[in-house]
């Protein structure tokens, strides 16, 4: 949302005669919240959907507190130099209460110094360890990589009846973040470790190095390279099955997929109520089905909105997200958080896909 620089002049003016660096009042009548993600990927377009989607409700509700909810949308690319100066500028406006984002580990990662000490910052999606405490006023809705990575570890060397796992992942802070506890709970030395650029550059030839292992079980991580992976896989004649992290969301949506298992934190299939009714909401706008990003970005608007029109201030918005302990209609479950900004009474389970099946449940 633009703002005359008279208007940005006058607030930082009545800052300096206040005294006081306690900013983001909004605009009369208004809760103006920044969100940051790869709107243009495939799972940032599913992530604004799920924001626009809160805000239309909350709006149509009354918004919160009486005060509609808007939304100042910044694309990062997933790029940690850009999600920085993104974050800045979100400090920078004196309207901004809070922000939803970013969605990348590695935007986050690189993001989080700036809004230390200035502005509450609520991830959907980014799982980093390296997030964990890293400010107090950073939050995230999905659960750390080394506690699914740890989980997914244990999995694959159960499944691995040859003791033959394969490796891929984006050389990334979310691909590295995963691998590593996955490695160490395996406990196996993988007969092929491949680190790829997000780009999906030469996979062909990584894929060519995994098909001659012939792996009895593959683990995958990646966001945008996950098609690219895997439809070259299959296309090397490589059917093992595969075990994805969460960055997989909805890829069952962009092409045919067959013995893949995904760790997620949300399924279109679940039947708990309020999944059920965040499902049929979404499909009624969108015509498709939401996937982990969607319903993530839902409830981290909803929260953060919550939280902000409690707080009112940039100040009293952390503090409502320190204490909240809110159930209220989340798609993924209540929102609560740990003094390291992680979320509590969260974890994942996994979705697994053969074609038109799904079934989704506890990791076993």
Known sequence: MPHPPFRRASAALCCLLLGSCER?????GTLQLGAAGAWQTPYGQ?????????????NQQGGVGGRSVRITYRDDRADGALAAQIAQEFVSDPDIVGVIGHLSSTAMVAAARAYDGHLAVLSPSATSPDLSGASRWLFRLNPSDSVTGRRLGSIARRLATNQRVAVIYENTSYGRGLVEPFLETLDLTPVALEP??????????????????????????????????????????????????????????????ENVSIALPFSSSEE????????AAFRARYHVDP???????????IALARAAGTGETRLGTLEALRTMRDTRGFATGAVRFSVTGDPIGRSMNLLRIDGATRTFGAMQ
Do not use: C
Not at 24 to 28: F, K, L, M, S, V
Not at 291 to 301: C, F
């Open 24 to 28: 983001g009042t909004g605009a009369a």
């Open 46 to 58: 599913m992530a604004q959907h799920g924001i626009d989607l809160a805000v239309e409700e909350l």
């Open 196 to 257: 790829i650029d997000p780009s999906g550059d030469s996979i062909a030839v990584n894929i060519a190095s995994i098909a001659r292992q012939k792996p009895d079980i593959i683990f995958a991580v990646g966001t945008v390279s996950g098609t690219s992976v895997l439809k070259t896989l299959r296309a090397q004649g490589v059917t093992a099955p595969v075990i994805a992290g969460d960055g997989w969301s909805g890829i069952e949506t962009l092409m045919p997929v």
């Open 272 to 279: 708990r109520p309020e999944a059920k009714r965040f499902v």
């Open 291 to 301: 996937d982990a990003y969607a319903a993530l970005s839902y409830d981290a608007t």
